[in-house]
Nanobody
Framework: QVQLVESGGGLVQAGGSLRLSCGAS????????MGWFRQAPGKEREFVAA????????DYEGFVKGRFTISRDNAKNQVYLQMNSLKPEDTAVYYC???????????????????WGQGTQVTVSS
């Protein structure tokens, strides 16, 4: 099972950009579909984006479409979340998640993820 560590969070002004990274331990990273979730204070954790094992399929929650891009580099055991045009409502702890899957393409449903990182704080000021 992989272990996940997020980085890249911080404080940014509205309209700015951040790039989150998630590093995975182990040599089986390419067997995992990956996702990003977030949790704002007082709210439930919500799905943000997902990417298939191969990187050929992606999915986004509606509120980030056109602003966020998920990508992965299987050779480096990394998944990324490029966040542009950030808004104050994007403020949250962002979590990386993984689930092993036999499917090289296709993305998991949000409830299927079973490996989680510790999260990284993103704060967007107005």
């Amino acid at each position: 099972q992989v272990q996940l560590v997020e980085s890249g969070g911080g404080l940014v002004q509205a309209g700015g950009s951040l790039r989150l990274s998630c590093g995975a331990s182990g040599r089986t990273f390419s067997r995992y579909a990956m996702g990003w979730f977030r949790q704002a204070p007082g709210k439930e954790r919500e799905f943000v984006a997902a990417i298939s094992r191969s990187g050929g399929s992606t999915d986004y929650e509606g509120f980030v479409k056109g602003r966020f891009t998920i990508s992965r580099d299987n050779a480096k055991n990394q998944v990324y979340l490029q966040m542009n045009s950030l808004k104050p409502e994007d403020t949250a702890v962002y979590y990386c998640a993984a689930v092993a899957t036999a499917q090289a393409t296709g993305v998991p449903l949000p409830y299927e993820y079973d490996v989680w990182g510790q999260g990284t704080q993103v704060t967007v000021s107005s």
